[in-house]
């Protein structure tokens, strides 16, 4: 049997290394457009700051491939797919190609918002990133910048902050523009993400919220951004971080069911019989991911669909995001806003506490944990992905979060630190009983739970 993968990127590598894991004698070839064999682009932003190298970052060196016994097609663009053939074509190959199953793998793309003047201004100081050729060019640009010239980065997302922060830390003056009232609009509650809006300030980042890009200034090269307010902001680089979009070009045109994405059943198969897609540019159930957890279980159930072995169906995955900012621990998990949610019996425990910028709310339904936002303190993270999705006992989580209730020995009032603003210990002395009856000071709270 013959297997071809389309994209050489989490999905389609770790659907490849799970498809040899099941079978050794099926015959694998993979085909991507970029240069090097399969790395990650978390390490990217650092890569334009020059905290890495390539090198440092390809996760399987050319070596794996053969190992694998997985022939790995590098700067091969697939241009064509005959579903009804069986066929692909590619930029290289003279003919058809036959494949006995597809995998389509091929991601996502950076989306630029309807900006006025960016068509013209990209590659004229105007980028997005998404992979090392992108990479390669913002580094290159910048080197030719003088030291405190300014960079705009369009998007307050995990991206655009992680890229604003490695920018800064080239000496760039650097502002950060979102056009959400908030920073990780799709992460954060308003209360953490103002937290994180001032951790992000105190490196020296600009941040610039409820901020409507309106138009891209200058003519041969970028010289700032017009807001729809009319606010002006001069830049000599404009990096663009606003959401990605699946790659579905080729699919569509092969007839193959798309929306958003390319539509997959729970086995990951599309609507032609032998074609199947997998990781970022997938929609299943009306829904798309663009995180690699998610690539990664879908490339186990994909392995096993293609091997006639339908043992797994997908079902989904839980969204977890971790900023990746040295210094500031943020993860949010699943559900971390129940109020745009249906149903009743939605239960919150958080803790903030200002002081020393942390920030913890857990979310459960009927004592099912549902998700969580943890910044500045990951000592629950083990717990709450373990725990995702089962009951839980509110007390062991109060418990292991340090989230505590105190009691008034006078009249019995209870101050719950998951309910308020401050916590207990950091009350001044002068606390007294929010009981308008009871004259009680803080000495006079006891540990209730
Ligand atoms: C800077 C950055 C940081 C990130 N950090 C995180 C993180 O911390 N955590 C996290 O969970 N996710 C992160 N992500 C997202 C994560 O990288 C993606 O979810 C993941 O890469 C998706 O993998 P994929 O294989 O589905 O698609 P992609 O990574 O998009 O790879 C698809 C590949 O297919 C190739 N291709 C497309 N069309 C064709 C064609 N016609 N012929 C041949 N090849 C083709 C593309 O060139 C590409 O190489 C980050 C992304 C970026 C850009």
């Known amino acids: 049997m013959k297997i071809i993968i389309i994209g050489n990127n989490v999905a389609g590598t770790f659907s490849a290394q799970n498809i040899r894991n099941l079978n050794d004698g099926v015959d694998i070839e993979i085909f991507t457009e970029e240069k090097y064999p399969y790395y990650t682009r978390i390490k990217l932003p650092e890569f334009i700051s020059d905290k890495v190298s390539i090198d440092d970052f390809i996760v399987f060196k050319e070596n794996w491939y053969h190992t694998n016994k997985i022939s790995l097609h590098l700067e091969e663009k697939v241009v064509k797919i005959l579903p009804k053939e069986k066929k692909i074509y590619t930029d ?39 992979n090392i050729k992108d990479a390669l060019e913002i580094k290159e640009y910048i080197a030719k910048l003088n030291i405190k010239s300014k960079a705009v980065i369009i998007g307050g997302g995990l991206l ?4 604003a922060n490695q920018i800064n830390q080239l000496d760039l003056d650097t502002t950060v523009v979102e056009f959400f009232p908030r920073l990780l609009p799709k992460q954060l509650d308003d209360e953490c993400s103002l937290m994180l809006k001032e951790e992000i300030k105190g490196r020296g980042i600009n941040v610039v919220l409820s901020a409507a890009t309106e138009a891209i200034l200058g003519n041969n090269h970028v010289e700032g951004i017009k807001l729809k307010d009319g606010r002006v902001f001069n830049a000599d680089i404009v990096l663009i971080q606003a959401g990605i979009s699946p790659e579905i070009t080729l699919a569509k045109n092969a007839g193959i069911e798309t929306n958003r994405g390319i539509i997959v059943n729970e086995f990951l198969e599309t609507s032609e019989k032998d074609v199947y897609a997998v990781g970022d540019c997938i929609e299943y159930k009306n829904q798309t991911w663009g995180i690699i957890p998610a690539c990664m279980e879908q490339s186990k159930i994909i392995s096993a669909s293609v091997l006639e072995k339908k043992t797994k169906k997908y079902a989904g995955t839980t969204p977890k995001n971790t900023l990746k900012i040295v210094g500031l621990d943020l993860t949010s998990i699943g559900i971390f806003d129940p109020s745009s949610e249906q149903g009743g019996g939605w239960d919150i425990l958080r803790k903030a506490d200002k002081k020393d910028c942390c920030y913890e709310k857990i979310v459960l339904k009927d004592n099912k944990l549902k998700g969580a936002i943890l910044f500045g303190d990951n000592t629950a993270m083990q717990y709450v ?65």
């Open 160 to 163: 655009g902050l992680e890229l």
């Open 385 to 449: 992905t373990n725990k995702m999705e089962q009951d839980v006992d509110p007390k062991e989580l109060r418990k292991l979060l340090d989230i505590h209730e105190y009691a008034c020995v006078n009249c019995g009032a209870v101050y719950d630190e998951a309910k308020m603003e401050v916590p207990f210990e950091d009350l001044p002395d002068t606390f007294k009983c929010p009981n308008p009856d009871c004259r009680a000071t803080k000495k006079d709270f006891k540990l209730k739970i």
């Open 92 to 130: 290289k190959s003279p003919g058809p190609l036959s494949y006995d199953k597809l995998i389509i793998a091929t991601g996502s793309n950076p989306n630029i918002p309807p900006i006025e003047n960016a068509p013209e201004m990209e590659h004229k100081g105007l980028f997005t990133l998404r």
